[in-house]
């Protein structure tokens, strides 16, 4: 079944207008969802092509139980196989699918589950997307963290012995620009072995500049890959582009990123076919840049502030074990990250089949991690969050509990000279 996304009719009045209001000035509005906005860089690409192509003649319904079967013999996984183990066809071989991904982790990573924590450095956004926390319509508590903040909250989660963060932004160029996100990549160099972004897609001289500035690798959810669906999920903003926004990695590889990273956002669309997309977007990209180091995850939909009807319903833990054990079956040597979307119970065991890195001592709000990590009451305001968290477990809780699992944490294995 799918989704459907609720507000609030309390708000709808207020919210038409201010809606009627951007629509009239925004030039995103306007324009086609496949159309390139002024200054947004364009490259020569054929993989969203290629994409598109595998996900619209995509079948899901068509494979059989024998196809699962000989996917699950064969040692290499063709795309043709990882379509059938994607196929509701797999399910009642969740067990053996699990069992061979195993078997890949550990031929790939062995015993390793990377750890990291994300830090939210303003909450500001120009887009409104219905799903999430920070559209640009939601009345939420808006917050940008100065330089010295920045720094504050860098110490408190450094202090708990991480080694690398991720950096995330609200989608807004004027209260979140290349100059501030740079600065706060200079600042997480000087605490952190390894330093990640996940901000609004930018052009290659921008990436290149973030690199400059300490960033390793880029994270960037496509959200869906269904093209007609994202239009109608996407109304205003830069996120509006959907081939802008699908070529980011690409972009951010040719400005010397070392890595990159990918996920939609299960539930907004047919996840089937997001899935495959989500695969094969690794896929034909790894082929054309295989010295880049790459990753997937698979978020589902989460409640957000003042809006607690948003929920996976369609996308349930048993889909997402199957979709995780195809991907590592059929992209064995990618990162396979899960979030704290999910419960503790889920990534207890995901870890130990297909998942490598997951995240710990996480707070998707802004200005919040002094309360969080210590239990000092804050000075001052801090912003409101994106979306609620499933696992708030510590770092040091997460590390005990992923190594009483017979599994080793590893904060970083990267040596700079």
């Known amino acids: 079944m799918e989704n459907q996304f609720f507000i609030d ?8 207008l201010e809606k009627k209001h951007r629509l009239e000035n925004d030039p995103s509005s306007r324009k086609s969802h496949m159309e390139y906005l002024p200054g947004m860089e364009q490259i020569e690409s054929d993989i969203s092509w290629k994409v598109l192509t595998q996900m619209n003649s995509f079948d899901y319904s068509r494979y059989t139980a024998k196809d699962v079967q000989a996917a699950l013999k064969r040692p290499a996984c063709s795309i043709e196989d990882f379509k059938a ?10 067990e053996q699918m699990a069992a061979r991904a195993h078997m890949e982790t550990q031929k790939h990573f062995g015993n390793t589950v990377y750890l990291f924590t994300p830090l939210y450095i303003a909450n500001y956004c120009e887009n409104y997307c219905v799903y999430c926390g920070f559209n ?6 808006r917050m940008k963290l100065t330089a010295e903040q920045i720094e504050h909250e860098m110490k408190i989660i450094a202090d708990s012995g991480m080694e690398e963060i991720l950096i995330l932004t609200g989608e807004s160029h004027q209260m979140s620009d290349i100059t501030y996100i740079g600065e706060a990549c200079r600042l997480a160099r000087k605490y952190f072995r390894m330093v990640g972004l996940e901000i609004y897609p930018v052009n290659t001289d921008d990436y290149r500049y973030l690199h400059e500035c300490g960033a390793d690798y880029v994270t960037v959810f496509q959200e869906t890959y269904d093209t007609d669906k994202y239009e109608t999920l996407h109304l205003l903003g830069h996120k509006r582009v959907w081939p802008y926004r699908f070529d980011a990695q690409e972009r951010a590889l040719i400005a010397g990123m070392r890595g990159v990273a990918f996920s939609a956002l299960l539930g907004l669309s047919d996840f089937r076919k997001d899935a ?17 180091e790459m990753s997937l995850s698979c978020p589902r ?71 969080k990590y210590t239990g000092k009451e804050q000075d001052g305001t801090s912003g409101d969050e994106q979306f609620e968290i499933n696992d708030g477990r510590s770092f040091e809780t997460m590390y005990q509990d992923i190594a009483e699992e017979g599994l080793q944490p590893v904060l970083n294995d990267y040596l700079y000279v």
């Open 85 to 94: 183990l994607l196929s509701p066809a797999a399910e009642p071989f969740l």
């Open 301 to 371: 939909l989460r409640p957000i502030i003042n809006n607690d009807k948003i929920s996976p319903s369609d996308v349930h833990e048993t889909q997402l074990c199957q979709i995780l054990c195809a991907y590592r079956i059929f992209l064995p040597f990618v990162g396979i990250t899960v979030s704290s979307r999910e419960s503790a119970t889920f990534r207890n065991g995901i870890i130990k089949i297909a998942a490598t890195k997951v995240s710990a001592g996480v707070s998707t709000g802004i200005g919040d991690h002094e309360s």
């Open 9 to 16: 009719s309390d708000q709808l009045s207020e919210m038409a």
């Open 136 to 141: 640009c319509y939601n009345h939420i508590s």
């Open 276 to 292: 495959l997309a989500s695969a094969l977007h690794v896929y034909y990209l790894q082929r054309k840049y295989p010295q880049a």
